[in-house]
């Protein structure tokens, strides 16, 4: 055992008393501005809470489960350098929903998947979808007090935003961002869009009740100019008839060569980067905005 | 020696430290955290700029004059960014250069190899393989969070040095040309094994998986299995709390992390549109959320109150090392940014200093839940913005309640008092071996 005397030794100057006296008058110092802060922030927040969080939800389309979209978002994750969480919901036929997955705290931009039961086709089940969608929807608002949110269809997915758009959604206490859909069938899987489907003219009917501030990419994927091997490009196509002049921007992006198949597009590279730069990046890319400062964090 | 302690309890205190300290695996944690203090309190200062003057949601923004150059802003707010990164933001690769030269040393290896081969190491475990990136690692690794795994890593290296390389020449008596050149060829299998095993481990294992696994397990938990029942709520507020202070206290931030304070938390986030629109926070349906009870009464001037533990320093202790740090870390420490303080005194790791660090956050948070349960404040539920001093955070919390502001300054007593006779014991302890001092010195070879 060493003796360290030597060091303790020399005569401690009586001055702990000062730094407690300084210490208050710092917190005195600091405690003003806070107390107006407070004060003006609550105030403001009566008005409208901002929730910083902006989650991705994505349907998958039919026939698929909510576990379609984790090799998308893995393969994002990986190539981007991201950790968007990943929450799945099932809603179930009598309305009753299960999760799996977690949103981790902090996580600004987390992917919800919104999967059903049933997940047939047809316009009658879309219906029961967009329905199930919207108690699904008001859940996860009461839950997590997003202000915004961006959207993503597969398939049929595309469907039941666009029937849960005109039916249910109300943009007056939440915005919808940007839509971005593959291979949406408005006209299913009529190739001609002169011959209307019940559901296209339901569709174009209700368009006056879409969000007008939102921003919806189309994809369409072709082999041999016609189809993507299940969807017509002209179902894609049609559309246009319902977004077209009533949202703010409506584009149409076809999709060609290796993996353009109706259901591999969402592993298709272009797909991918298509996918991250228009509703991952839309809040990352813009400058005025608080998000983009800590969701590059990631890596040094 | 046992002369020196009052009772029985600091007697078997001093005496398990003391055993502690007598292994060679506690010493070189010690040391290795005071050696990467420099480090931690410069981070903690730049930190300081950066919650209260850069971040936009900051407190100050308010009253501070209005920078209308972007420019200059941003280039201020890169400088800040890279001093931090640089200092606490990768402080587990110095940790982990510390730990692999101590070891190598005591095994009388080369310790400089071992230490830089373990930098190597640890970078290379904590790669990205990103495309976007090409020099890219996962950054929460490499900072105070990864301090434990970093000091075991350097551990590990320095033990692979001494069982795959002879000792090393004493380079006092050759030349330093042909010593560096034999030094090497000695070491070289060492560093190779190293180096391969490294790669091995970082190709195959995502470690920022693994790394945030303990803290997602929890906080799936936190979220998942809620209960209206307010006693449920309250234990499992106190049992997350647990966790995240012992986790803090081996270097890993829990689920409640420090600075950030979760959004998504439903039972926050409810008791928040209550009181917006009830204009009042007496009265929230949750009463013991991590933001009524953790954030305000148990973090003050950071995990495990922290800003006490300087405080009991400046009243009793008559150790200069001891004031120095205390003095040095006030300032951060008032930001709730404890690790200066953490890593000077030190207190990570330190069995001495485990039993306030835990019980003295608890026990505000017991306090504060029987307050709160007899309504003798309201709940703080409002958003508190980033740079927050600890002692406030109560007040502004609830919109300038002054009973809770009287609360927090009680809870601070408590605290100190609860970390006062655990200084006195590390005080007593460092007058019988003082681990600050062999500190790089060749003093324990000779053990």
Known sequence: ?????????????????????????????????????????????????????????????????????????????????????????????????????????????????????????????????????????????????????????????????????ENYFDDSSINMDSLLTVGTPYNFEEKNSSNRTQMLNDFIKGKDKLPSDLTYYSIAGTQLYTDDGIVPIGSVDAGKYIYEGVIKHYTLITLTGSKAQHSDMITNNQFISIFHQYIIGNKLNNPNDNNNKKAPQVTR | ???????????????????????????????????????????????????????????????????????????????????????????????????????????????????????????????AYSKVQPMSFHGEVLGIRGLLFAILLGMLVGWIFKISSSSAPDHLTKHLSSNILERTFISLRAITIILI????????????????????????????????????????????????????????????????????????????????????????????????????????????SVLALIIAIFLVSKDNDFQTVARWSMIPSIFNIGSSAMSGIPVLFNIIFLIPFVLAPLACMLLAA??????????????????????????????????????????MAVSVYIYIPFVRIAEKLKTIDNLALDEGGNIDEKN
């Open chain 2, 197 to 304: 095993f490294s790669v091995i481990i970082s190709f195959l294992v995502n470690i920022t998986y693994y790394s945030d696994l303990p803290n997602n397990i929890m906080y799936s938990l936190a979220n998942n299995y809620r209960s209206k029942n307010q006693v449920i709520q309250l234990l499992s507020t106190l049992g997350f709390s647990f966790y995240t202070i012992v986790a803090s206290f081996f270097g890993w931030s829990g689920i409640y992390s420090p600075i950030e304070i979760e959004k998504s938390d439903p039972t926050i986030v409810e008791n928040l549109s209550y009181a917006l629109t009830h204009h009042t926070a007496w009265g929230s349906p949750n009463l013991f959320t991590s933001n009524t009870l953790y954030h305000p009464f148990a973090t003050l001037g950071g995990t495990g």
């Open chain 2, 370 to 411: 029987i307050v709160l349960q007899l309504h003798l404040m309201p709940p703080s539920v409002y958003p508190v913005p980033t740079g927050t001093p600890g002692l406030l955070e109560a007040f502004i919390g609830t919109d300038g309640s002054w009973q809770a502001l009287i609360f927090s300054i009680i809870c």
């Open chain 1, 1 to 165: 055992m060493k003796r360290t005397n030597r060091l303790n030794k020399r005569p401690l100057q009586k001055k702990p008393l000062k730094y407690l006296i300084i210490l208050s008058v710092i917190l005195i110092i600091l405690g003003i501005p806070s107390y107006i802060w407070t004060k003006k922030n609550v105030a403001t927040m009566a008005g409208r809470y901002n929730s910083p969080m902006s989650p991705i939800i994505m349907i998958p389309g039919s026939s698929a489960t909510v576990d379609r979209f984790d090799s998308l978002v893995k393969t994002i994750n990986k190539q981007y350098g991201e950790h968007h969480s990943l929450l799945k919901l099932t809603v179930h036929t009598d309305g009753k929903i299960t999760y799996k997955g977690t949103i981790r705290p902090n996580d600004d931009r987390p992917f919800i998947v919104v999967g059903f039961i049933n997940n047939r086709d047809g316009y009658n089940n879309i219906k029961d979808q967009s329905k199930w969608f919207n108690i699904a929807f008001d859940q996860l608002k009461e839950r997590y007090r997003f202000s915004s949110f961006d959207a993503f269809g597969h398939s049929n997915g595309g469907l039941i935003w666009t029937y849960f758009l």
């Open chain 2, 1 to 127: 020696m046992d002369s020196l302690f009052k009772n029985k309890f600091e007697q078997k205190l001093a005496h398990i430290t003391l055993k502690l300290q007598k292994l060679l695996f506690y010493r070189i944690i010690q040391r290795t955290v005071l050696m990467i203090f420099p480090f931690v309190l410069f981070g903690g200062y730049i930190k300081i700029i950066q919650i209260t003057v850069l971040d936009k949601d900051s407190f100050l923004t308010d009253i501070l004059p209005k920078l209308n150059n972007d420019f200059i802003f941003t280039q201020i707010n890169d400088i800040a960014n890279v001093l931090y990164s640089l200092t606490l933001g990768w402080v587990a690769v110095m940790a982990t250069f510390g730990a692999a030269k101590y070891t190598a040393k005591y095994f009388h290896r080369d310790d400089q190899l071992a230490g830089l081969t373990s930098i190597s190491s640890l970078l290379i475990i904590s790669y």
